[in-house]
């Protein structure tokens, strides 16, 4: 007797939306240009959650204990399809590719001065990060330190860019914090958490093994090659390319790691591009910001709605030419 044919395969995509009304990040009167997330503890709102009469009475709970409770009671209560995750957003501190930018100004930057691998001050290929920078990741260092006091839920998981710049500000604000999984510190580099794909040099990644010695204790993701498989010299990826890798991104993590309190330490580009892809208003991050957004993902049957993606562009031209 023929065995029964295989049952038929249903594809499914995820739907991505941000709980709002948790920070004030979300809030449209929060202004992004002079916004603090030092000085706002990363910008909780002090309110009510409605799983508030369920947490434990003889002991006080702190705003971040009684969010982490409530994502808890989320997660706990809803269908399988459906998951909240909370995401805590770096990006990295300031870079030898922003002051390069800032000395020559956008419009250069874009179409000569980017696509060089430096120039007399130094080398901005795969950019290290400045003192500045390094500053800049310290503060987030002694931001997570008091926030620990306060009872901040501390990541679960732990991702980084494999650009260098993402791997020292990882490095520098979460050694010696004493949160969990960071004694020692050994994220999970993803080849996809990158800031905008081509051109740029400073966007182009070093190889995996010069990764693997500046950073031996962190973690590739299955599968990540030794040379660069993304950077492409001659195009730019367009920002509706850069929201379908992020969505490709996001979608790869909530189908496959448990944990609900994640750490991605990214850039701007890649930022932009989360935000946009799980619902959120546009909130530009200043080097070494930090953002915590709270996600809803649901699970759909059927392909993804259609995404109008851009193809890649060349270079512009420089003034001039």
Not at 1 to 17: D, L, R, T, Y
Not at 53 to 68: E, G, M, N, V
Not at 287 to 305: N, Y
Request: aromatic share 10%; charged share 20%.
């Amino acid at each position: 007797m023929a065995n029964p044919p295989p049952p038929p395969q249903f594809e499914s995509h995820f739907h991505f939306s941000t709980i709002t009304g948790v920070f004030l990040q979300d809030d449209p009167n929060t202004d992004p240009d002079t916004f603090d997330y030092v000085s706002t503890n990363f910008g909780i709102i002090p309110r009510p959650y409605p799983s508030d009469d369920t947490l434990d009475s003889t002991t006080p709970k702190s705003q971040w204990q009684r969010l982490a409770h409530y994502i808890d009671t989320l997660n706990a209560s809803s269908p399988p399809e459906t998951s909240y995750k909370l995401l805590f957003l770096g990006r990295h501190g300031q870079g030898l590719h922003n002051v390069a930018e800032t000395r020559y100004g956008t419009v250069m930057w874009d179409c000569r001065y980017s696509l060089l691998p430096g120039d007399e001050t130094g080398t901005w290929f795969d950019a290290h990060l400045t003192e500045i920078g390094i500053e800049q990741a310290r503060t987030a260092h002694e931001a997570w330190k008091t926030q620990i006091t306060t009872g901040i839920p501390p990541p679960q998981s732990y991702y980084v860019s494999p650009l260098m710049r993402c791997c020292e500000t990882a490095k520098v604000t979460f050694e010696g914090t004493g949160l969990p999984g960071t004694e020692p510190f050994r994220p999970v580099i993803k080849e996809l958490l990158r800031e905008t794909l081509g051109l740029h040099t400073c966007d182009a990644r070093s190889p995996k093994s010069a990764i693997a010695t500046a950073y031996p204790l962190y973690t590739f993701e299955p599968g990540f090659s030794e040379p660069d498989p993304l950077h492409d010299p001659n195009l730019r990826e367009s920002d509706s390319a850069r929201d379908a890798r992020f969505f490709e991104f996001l979608s790869d993590i909530f189908a496959n790691d448990g944990n609900s309190i994640l750490s991605l330490t990214a850039h701007s580009g890649a930022i932009t591009s989360i935000l946009s892809v799980v619902g959120h208003r546009v909130f530009k991050l200043e080097t070494g910001g930090v953002i915590p957004v709270l996600v809803r993902a649901e699970k759909r049957e059927g392909k993804a709605p259609e995404r109008v993606v851009e193809p890649w562009f060349a270079r512009p031209f420089c003034p001039g030419e």
